[in-house]
């Protein structure tokens, strides 16, 4: 079984922290993801990367940054958590989507920052 | 632009009985289509996914199809559970690029 693994189920961090997510997939896929998922707006991408040391914006990067120095962890970085940051954070992995192989997902993280 | 449009945006059927839900696409060329079934605070998980040659993927009660002549798929539910209540999520793959483009979903929930 294909695992994405996400650090923490729930987080609640204060206004102005710096919140790390963590991520990591066991089956050697070459791309990860991060998603925001809020009511009304669906899954949004906010960056992605196809390899080690390679990152991609998505269509909402502005107050995140990721980290991807090993192929099987991806990190998801606020670096001064605001309000509306709050909201479940997705990852996700897959092989390579032009391959026809799916895209895993993990559990979710469900930040709220006070 | 690349869009993936579901609807209905919510539905509300009897436990047993059949329903279909809707995804309309621009996304052109396209590598695959998949559906995803997300539950109430969890990760979505893959259903089906269908490349731009076929017409139609099974999985169980569930029955995927695909026009790629009229950019529309669908999800067929037969004799709906009260555990298929979740959120359905159709998402495109183009063929340029590397990331999926999402619909917004479709929450279905089964009542007894």
């Known amino acids: 079984d294909v695992k994405v693994t996400q650090s923490s189920r729930y987080l609640v961090k204060r206004t102005g922290e710096k919140v790390f997510l963590e991520c990591v997939q066991d089956m050697d896929h070459e791309n990860m993801f991060w998603y925001r998922q809020d009511p009304g707006l669906g899954l949004r991408l906010i960056y992605f990367s196809y390899d080690v040391k390679m990152k991609e914006k998505g269509d909402i990067p502005e107050g995140y940054s990721v980290s991807r120095e090993k192929k099987e962890r991806f990190s998801l970085i606020l670096e001064s958590a605001s309000t509306n940051q709050t909201s479940m954070y997705l990852c996700?992995?897959?092989?390579?989507?032009?391959?026809?192989?799916?895209?895993?997902f993990g559990q979710g993280t469900r930040l709220t920052v006070v | 632009k690349n869009q993936v449009e579901q609807s209905p945006q919510s539905l509300i059927i009897l436990e047993g009985k059949n329903c279909t839900l809707q995804?309309?696409?621009?996304?052109?060329?396209?590598?695959?289509l998949r559906w995803y079934k997300q539950d109430t605070g969890r990760g979505p998980v893959s259903l089906t996914i269908m490349t731009f040659s076929e017409n139609t993927k099974s999985n169980g009660r569930y029955t995927a199809t695909l026009d790629a002549d009229t950019k529309q798929s669908s999800l067929h539910i037969t004799a709906s559970q009260l555990s298929d209540s979740a959120s359905y999520i159709c998402v495109v793959t183009p063929q340029a690029g590397t990331a999926l483009i999402f619909g917004k979903g479709t929450t279905l929930s089964v009542s007894s």
């Open positions: 996700a992995s897959s092989l390579s989507p032009r391959r026809h192989t799916e895209a895993f």
């Open positions: 995804c309309n696409y621009t996304v052109s060329p396209f590598s695959n």
